[in-house]
């Protein structure tokens, strides 16, 4: 093989060459990265940010090709926004640059998440095909090079634009807030935007809780270090030996022909998705979190245990912690949040809920998810506010709010996953109409292996949380000998769980 032929399978860019967490091409790359990291880390902040910023532009050109030009585009138009905002006293220009940010982030968002939705809008109403997506950007590079060799009637949409758009308006923002001071250069800006371990899946990174660590020497303790590899390790359990298997074996197959199903199996795929999604996107933040911990950058957790939760509200405190505190802070709040008034309040939350639900995919079950959860958010404030104002201070057991907090969730979760309203609803209709009583005995045994998985996991995620502290410290504290093995014993069994059927993050399409 010679040079040229490794070269061009080095920066192929296509489905089959992304850099993702659980495939062996990631790991080849993160241990060179790593290698490399140990000759600059104790350099000058500029050489780690320069060389960490490379290999994160590097990580996201393979999985998003020539769209990682919308990243560069960004984060130079807001590294330099953000300036000129910081330096004006003039409330006006001020407003009007952070105006434009948000216009310009937000547009490019919109053109590429939300085209063909807004476009079949229009036409369903209109009643004709008046209107069709093109691909400007593909238009634009043809007329460049002078050719067709790039399809103008196909939009992609980039990896983590939804998430690298909402950290640099989250910066924008905070500077024109005056919370953060801008960043002086642009590389450790761009790295800031760009760090891999977060870049494509979160967790969204906030410029106060990430930018002051790039000026700080490393420091990772040997508990860190070891911290570091438990939470690569139990994402990858979490992703691969849970998520994928339970996706591959049951839910997909429920939610894709849902009329072969009864009701009692289209449940137990409910049940199934509803921790499978917790165990793909938190298995992801737990290996993020790790890969950041071991290069000297402490990351906000995403989650915790939120199935646990008691309420709604309580539930979006634990699920997806940074896009729900980001939805607070720059979309709640900035509607009025529950400073207008008590109706006022409760259109804010079905506001932001609503708009959430887009933020997760241009359809109307998108829509109907973050509606339910708004609707639910509005009612449980107005119980609170009832009850706070009753002399008999009335509250059900903890555990009926657990388990009618879990379920409501696990509803709106049918909305999410099916593949439209359509089959959504279908497959409500069947659970309540279609159960089928005498066949459930020989459905538990013919899954057997599957329902045994689920239960284990949900037996995990339900383990108190000094449980779970335990056996973590538990891995930490044992001698180095026996956590190699560990970790190889582990790693064993991971490969040996994965399926020739790679499954991507659910979080990438988002």
Known sequence: MDIYTIMEEIFACNEGSALIFTRLSFWIFFIILLTGYTLVYKKTHLAKSLYLLLFSLFFYYKSSGI???????????????AKVIYRSHRALVRKLLVALSVV?????????????????????????????????????????TGDEKFDVDNLILPIGISFYTFQILSYTVDVYRRKVAPVSNI??????????????????????????????????????????VFLILNGLVKKVAISDYISLNFVDRVFDTPSLYSGFELLMGVYGYTIQIYCDFSGYTDIAIGLALLLGFRLPPNFNSPYRSSSLR????????????????????????NRKGRIRTYLNLMLTMLLGGLWHGASYKFLAWGGLHGLALAAGRFVEERRAKSKRRWRLPTFVSVLLTFHFVCLTWIFFRAADMTLALDIIHRIGAEFYLSAIPDIVVGYSLIFG??????????????????????????????????????????????SSEMQPFIYFQF
């Open 67 to 81: 769209y990682f030009l919308l990243l560069l585009f960004s984060t130079t138009l807001d590294f330099h926004l």
């Open 453 to 498: 998985l689920m239960l284990a996991a949900y037996a995990i995620h339900f383990l108190p949380e000094r449980v779970k502290v335990w056996y973590r410290e538990a891995f930490i504290a044992l001698p180095g000998v026996v956590k190699i093995l560990v970790v190889l014993l582990v790693v064993f069994f991971v490969y040996q769980a994965s």
């Open 314 to 337: 309580e539930f979006w405190r634990r699920w997806h912690i940074s896009l729900s505190s980001w939805l607070r802070d720059y979309l709640y709040i900035s509607l009025g949040g």
């Open 187 to 228: 590389i450790d800006f761009g790295f800031y935007v760009s760090f891999f371990p977060s870049l494509v899946a979160g967790p969204i990174v906030r410029a106060a809780e990430f930018i002051p660590q790039i000026y700080r020497e490393y420091s990772v303790t040997r508990r860190e270090a070891w911290l570091a």
């Open 104 to 144: 310009v982030n937000l547009g490019l968002l919109a053109y590429f998440k939300y085209a063909y939705f807004l476009t079949s809008v229009v036409n369903d109403f209109l009643g004709e095909e008046a209107f069709r997506v093109v691909n400007i950007f593909s238009e634009a590079f043809n007329m460049f």
